[in-house]
């Protein structure tokens, strides 16, 4: 080398890509050059990325989604981020905005952006261009899908009782994964199809806008929904307290108006009529037993009624008859027991008699025409009928003329 240079410059004299070191001579008209031979350095950048695939996965329509790369340099030169390109308008870069430099052997955050306008998958391709002579574009493989978020047009019915069916008509439903009512009550619900939902009014519902929900999406609310209260009956009394079988007994309240059952001790269910608002009227069915009568109406606890005596009858029982025969029109005397309140005295081949209940063990009955041979039948209400011993109804022997002589005289 001169003495006394000038100055020093550094180039790249053989194409080594190393730098070299160049100064002038202050004394002579010369410079001098020394020539990198150093195996190890190098004052070029070299890029990485990572990762090179970013995966948006599922975003709404109208909302947006980061995600962030790194840039690193392990080169020993700073590296410039010239320009950055993407294939697909739904990305974009929102910091930092090129050009911009990555120190040596230093990284920097990329934050990308997925904005997509509608439904469907999107994708494409970031290139971050740089001045890394080895790699000076390196490619990333952007994917995301844009999800359609429901929106409501209407309801219908606004009003309904617990159990009962609300539609909610809109767009976008296919995959809504759930309905909840006022008080963040979930409902039970079908996707008709993508513009129909139908739900039911769920237990515990109240009013207010019911909210439709679907992955990746904000909520949804409908306009406010009226949850009826029912009126649900009181009893206030029964009357009679107590009666058989087919017997009527009215049931006094409120609010009956509704009423779908009433049912007897045992869980037996009785004819009813629901003669206003505050007055029901049942048949006492058969199998019922004594205890409280159950009111039903739909959306409401079943109500039950003080407890009502079902009587059980005492039915007759037959010891004899007197006599075991007779004449149509003669009296026959029937004994035994519980004879109180029968009905009905017949003779054989069903031929209704007249009798007279003397007191609960006799009874006396006429022998009426048409009456045949045969056991006669006591009926009494709810008890079955029962039958005497065979009675022998006598045909008379009534005379016959074979024969007449007739005299004339003279």
Do not use: E, H, W
């Not at 308008?89 to 911009?100: C, D, G, L, Y």
């Not at 494409?124 to 493989?141: E, H, Q």
């Not at 929900?213 to 609310?221: A, F, G, T, V, Y």
């Not at 039948?377 to 022997?397: G, M, R, Y």
């Amino acid at each position: 080398m001169g003495s006394g240079p000038p100055f020093v410059l550094t180039a790249d004299f053989n194409g080594d890509t190393k730098p070299d070191l160049v100064t002038a001579n202050r004394y002579s008209n010369g410079v001098s050059v020394l020539l990198n031979t150093c195996s190890s350095q190098s004052l070029n950048p070299a890029i990485t990325v990572t990762p090179t695939t970013l995966d948006f996965g599922s975003v709404a329509s109208g909302q947006t989604k980061d995600l962030t790369l790194t840039i690193g340099n392990t080169g020993s030169a700073a590296l410039l981020v010239t320009s950055i390109n993407i294939t697909d308008s739904r990305f974009a870069v929102i910091s930092p905005q090129p050009p911009f430099n990555v120190a040596a052997a230093g990284q920097l955050t990329l934050t990308v952006r997925f904005a997509p306008t509608s439904g469907g998958s999107a994708g494409g391709t970031l290139t971050i261009n740089s001045n890394d002579p080895a790699k000076p574009s390196v490619p990333v493989t952007l994917t995301g899908s844009g999800l359609s978020c429901a929106t409501i047009t209407g309801i219908n019915p606004s009003s309904g009782l617990v159990g009962s069916t609300v539609t909610i008509t809109g767009t976008n439903f296919t995959g809504v994964t759930a309905v909840k009512f006022s008080s963040n009550v979930t409902a039970s619900f079908t996707v008709v199809n993508d513009t129909t939902i139908t739900a039911i009014v769920p237990a515990g519902a109240t009013t207010g806008p019911i909210t439709i929900s679907k992955p990746n999406c904000n909520d949804l609310q409908t306009a406010s929904f009226t949850v009826i209260v029912p009126l649900c009956p009181t009893v206030s009394g029964i009357n009679p307290s107590s009666g058989l079988v087919g017997s009527t007994v009215t049931i006094t309240g409120t609010n009956f108006t509704g009423v779908t059952a009433v049912k007897f001790s045992s869980n037996v269910t009785a004819t009813f009529t629901i003669v206003n608002n505050t007055t029901i009227t049942a048949t006492v069915p058969t199998g019922a037993v004594t205890g409280p009568i159950t009111i039903s109406k739909p959306n409401c606890n079943d109500l039950q009624t003080a407890s009502f005596t079902v009587i059980v009858p005492q039915c007759p029982t037959v010891s004899g008859l007197n006599p075991s025969s007779g004449l149509v029109g003669s009296t026959v005397t029937i004994t035994g027991t519980n004879f109180t309140g029968v009905t009905a005295v017949k003779f054989s081949s069903n031929v209704t008699a007249t009798f007279t209940i003397v007191n609960d063990t006799t009874i006396t009955a006429t022998v009426p025409n048409g009456a045949v041979t045969g056991p006669i039948t006591i009926s009494k209400p709810n008890c079955n009928d029962l039958q005497t011993a065979s009675f022998t109804v006598i045909v008379p022997q009534c005379p016959t003329v074979s024969a007449a002589l007739i005299l004339r005289a003279a």
